[in-house]
């Protein structure tokens, strides 16, 4: 199993451009979400699925969109860059808490570092 | 809402010291509480949870417990390594159905030889 993935590893963007980025999992995990990472903040939720068609708003969502067409794949779109979305941007995926196994694990892919210029 | 405070770092520890990173926590529910763990150029990985009151989680020699009277869940290791540098971060769910995790802000540790 890859796990989770994410594409791409790294990109550049000038102010105003759009961009996508694609997470995949092979968990069959129903729950997905985006962070991102900046320094001394730790992550910060910006959007979450909670199934296939299902999204949801997260703690720093403005400017950001998401899609979730397929179960195992979760899209972040920036349709308009700022310098602000500079981060490193982390997908996760998990199972539902349940009665058996308590709450689900979340299980990160490697990051994407965006700079915007 | 929700928030997660861990304590200011970075922490330098030479090899075989004693561990401390302090977290705490506020929640209006009953949360659930992770550490997780962050190596250089990698995603974060689950290190150890804890579910209730006085559990303990534990992994890798790691430790931590979930103690709501002073609503903390401070991570504990009796002999580091070199290997363990990396960034750590405490984390809650706030009893949430859908597993969404506020994060502390992550604290460096880095173990000389």
């Known amino acids: 199993n890859a796990g989770v993935t994410q594409t791409p590893k790294f990109r550049v963007l000038k102010t105003g451009q759009s961009m996508t980025l694609l997470c995949a999992q092979d968990?069959?995990?129903?729950?997905m979400y985006w962070y991102r990472q900046d320094p001394g903040m730790g992550l910060r939720l910006i959007h979450y699925s909670v199934g296939e068609g299902t999204t949801a708003k997260g703690e720093v969502p403005d400017g950001y969109n998401v899609s979730r067409l397929k179960k195992q794949n979760f899209l972040l779109g920036l349709e308009s860059a700022a310098p602000s979305q500079t981060s490193v941007y982390f997908c996760?995926?998990?199972?539902?808490?349940?009665?058996?196994?308590?709450?689900?694990?979340?299980?990160f892919g490697p990051g994407t570092r965006l700079l915007v210029l | 809402g929700d928030s997660v405070t861990q304590m200011e770092g970075p922490v330098t520890l030479s090899e075989e010291a004693f561990l401390t990173i302090n977290c705490t926590y506020t929640a209006t529910g009953y949360p659930s509480l992770f550490w997780y763990v962050q190596y250089p150029g990698e995603g974060l990985q689950l290190l150890l949870k804890a579910t209730k009151a006085d559990d303990k989680g534990s992994n890798k020699g790691f430790e931590a417990t979930y103690r709501k009277e002073t609503t903390s869940f401070h991570l504990e290791k009796g002999s580091v390594q070199v290997s363990d540098s990396a960034v750590y971060f405490c984390?809650?769910?706030?009893?949430?159905?859908?597993?969404?995790?506020?994060f502390g802000q992550g604290t460096i540790l880095t173990v000389h030889p």
């Open positions: 996760a995926s998990s199972y539902p808490r349940n009665v058996e196994r308590g709450p689900g694990t979340q299980y």
């Open positions: 984390a809650s769910d706030g009893g949430t159905s859908y597993g969404k995790l506020t």
């Open positions: 968990m069959n995990h129903e729950y």
